[in-house]
C-alpha cells in the first residue's frame, strides 16, 4: 500500500538528509540532535516505504497514477466523495 508519489519521495529524502546533517555537525544540545535524528529517521521511513499514515488519516494522496498499489484506491469514501449510484447499497 503506497501513499506518497516519486516527487514526494525525492523531497522527503533530501529533506531526511538535511536534517541528519544537521543534527550531526551543528552544535546544539544532545536532546535537541535525539529530537532531530528521530524526526529524519521518521521522514526518511516513510519515504522508502512509500506510505505515510497521516495522508492516511487526512485521505491525501501524492501518486501520479493511481496503480493498484495505491491506498488512494482502497475503495474507502474520502472526505467529500460521495459513492456513484452503484456502490450504494
Request: some cysteine; glycine content about 6%.
Amino acid at each position: 500500500m503506497r501513499n506518497i508519489g516519486t516527487l514526494d519521495r525525492i523531497i522527503r529524502i533530501i529533506l531526511a538528509l538535511v536534517i541528519f546533517y544537521v543534527a550531526t555537525m551543528v552544535n546544539m544540545a544532545d536532546y535537541l540532535k535525539i529530537i532531530l535524528a528521530v524526526i529524519g529517521g521518521l521522514i526518511l521511513v516513510t519515504s522508502i516505504t512509500s506510505f505515510c499514515f497521516v495522508y492516511k488519516i487526512f485521505g491525501i494522496c501524492s501518486c501520479k497514477k493511481r496503480n493498484n498499489n495505491c491506498v488512494c484506491n482502497s475503495g474507502v469514501e474520502k472526505p467529500g466523495e460521495s459513492l456513484k449510484e452503484d456502490d450504494k447499497i
